[in-house]
């Protein structure tokens, strides 16, 4: 059974949204804090984390921080009213993997979690040769020369969509689509800085990502 960890301080909405995610057979674990929060995950090592960003004692923002410290496998969601463009941008740039705006349908959430886990499910074992880089989803891995770098959970999605269209182009709204769940200025931004990062980590100097103006990109 997946473990999913509730971090909220609306006690009173947290608890409906509990029991409507177990309903759907997951075992749900909820803190009132982000300090709360921070200590169960430690103990706890959910699956996936649903993170509200207003809270006291300690921001979502500063949970998600540490976590990616020294786990890059659990997936994040931000749950938030806050939807300015650079709370959202911030967000990504702590490797959340979503960012869902309040209020929302407990079904569209259920949605996105369900799709979360089936994409993780359907990536294990599949490996890909780039190049002289061998690149595994399943371990969000890039290994060169000897040598093994770890992409964030967005960054794998991202590269293992243009590693399944090798040599041909992919449009913007197709990765964003997939990745993000909407074709959104704020996260075709937070595309673009995920694909300077992947760039960076791609030391193969056999392996190129090109931009293709107003359409897309490729790897070849």
Do not use: C
Request: zero cysteines.
């Amino acid at each position: 059974m997946k473990k999913i960890l509730l971090v909220d301080d609306d006690i009173k909405n947290s608890m409906l949204l509990k029991r409507f995610i177990e309903a759907e057979g997951y075992e749900v674990t909820y803190a009132q804090n982000g300090k709360v929060g921070l200590e169960i995950y430690k103990d706890l090592r959910p699956d996936l984390i649903l993170l509200d960003i207003n809270m006291p004692e300690m921001n979502g923002f500063q949970v998600a921080r540490t976590i990616r410290e020294s786990d890059r496998r659990v997936i994040i969601f931000f749950l938030t009213d806050r939807t300015d463009k650079v709370d959202r941008l911030y967000g990504f740039k702590l490797k959340g993997n979503d960012y869902i705006p309040k209020p929302f349908y407990p079904e569209e959430l259920i949605a996105k979690i369900q799709e979360r886990f089936e994409s993780d499910i359907t990536s294990q074992d599949v490996e890909y040769q780039l190049g002289k880089t061998l690149f595994r989803p399943n371990l969000a891995s890039l290994t060169f020369n000897g040598e093994t770098h770890t992409l964030s959970v967005r960054q794998t999605e991202i590269l293992s969509i243009l590693a399944q269209n090798i040599g041909k182009v992919v449009d913007r709204e197709t990765i964003l689509n997939a990745v993000w769940g909407d074709s959104s200025y704020a996260n075709s931004l937070a595309l673009n800085v995920q694909i300077t990062y992947i760039r960076k980590l791609l030391a193969d100097p056999s392996v190129t990502i090109t931009s293709i103006k107003k359409k897309g990109y490729i790897i070849n």
